[in-house]
T-cell receptor, first 114, second 112 residues
């Protein structure tokens, strides 16, 4: 079945470590997004990419990095510069540019700093 | 900074009642409006989307949009305990295909 796969579902990071969250989609969608959600809060945009080899910073990009080498894949690296990374991370995609496209979400990844 | 505002709740209604969830947005250029339902620990799932002023109905759900007032709402008729969740309002920023901007969500509790 088509969909968005995020892995791992749960991840523990030590202080000072970089970690990478995987996001793969087989929906042939052009645009992909990373959101962060803190408890009791809405979704905040970290990065998004509308085409391969191009991506844009969202509202809270500091301490994160992404790449978009393939249409299907949009991994997110949480670097040691991100001081408070414990959160629920959601990857999403839409079929193409434009405002009338429904956004599809993966199941999310929980990151905890230990 | 473009913003989407929602009352965080909790909004409590008895089973069978109508739940009314409200959302305002700051960007007058917004074109598309979405309501997502999110259960605790899960990813959001799409409930409704609306693009034009007025009402749009889908089963027990009705979305209402008033662009002049920059206001969008979601009505849930015959509320069920399974409707208990956080409801997120999301707005598209502009026509360039940038990502949705989400509100913080309203927590709905339906008591049986």
């Amino acid at each position: 079945d088509g969909g968005i796969t995020q892995s791992p579902k749960y991840l523990f990071r030590k202080e000072g470590q970089n970690v990478t969250l995987s996001c793969e989609q087989n929906l042939n969608h052009d645009a992909m997004y990373w959101y962060r959600q803190d408890p009791g809060q809405g979704l905040r945009l970290i990065y998004y990419s509308q085409i391969v080899n191009d991506f844009q910073k969202g509202d809270i990009a500091e301490g994160y990095s992404v790449s978009r080498e393939k249409k299907e894949s949009f991994p997110l690296t949480v670097t040691s510069a991100q001081k408070n990374p414990t959160a629920f991370y959601l990857c999403a995609s839409t079929p193409r540019e434009g405002t009338r496209n429904t956004i599809y979400f993966g199941e999310g990844s929980w990151l905890t700093v230990v | 900074q473009k913003e989407v505002e929602q009352n965080s709740g909790p909004l409590s209604v008895p089973e069978g009642a109508i739940a009314s969830l409200n959302c305002t947005y700051s960007d007058r250029g917004s074109q598309s409006f979405f309501w997502y339902r999110q259960y605790s620990g899960k990813s959001p799932e799409l409930i409704m989307f609306i693009y034009s002023n007025g009402d749009k109905e889908d089963g027990r759900f009705t979305a209402q949009l008033n662009k002049a007032s920059q206001y969008v709402s979601l009505l849930i008729r015959d509320s069920q305990p399974s409707d208990s969740a956080t409801y997120l309002c999301a707005v598209s920023a502009n026509q360039a295909g940038t990502a949705l901007i989400f509100g913080k969500g309203t927590t709905l509790s339906v008591s049986s």
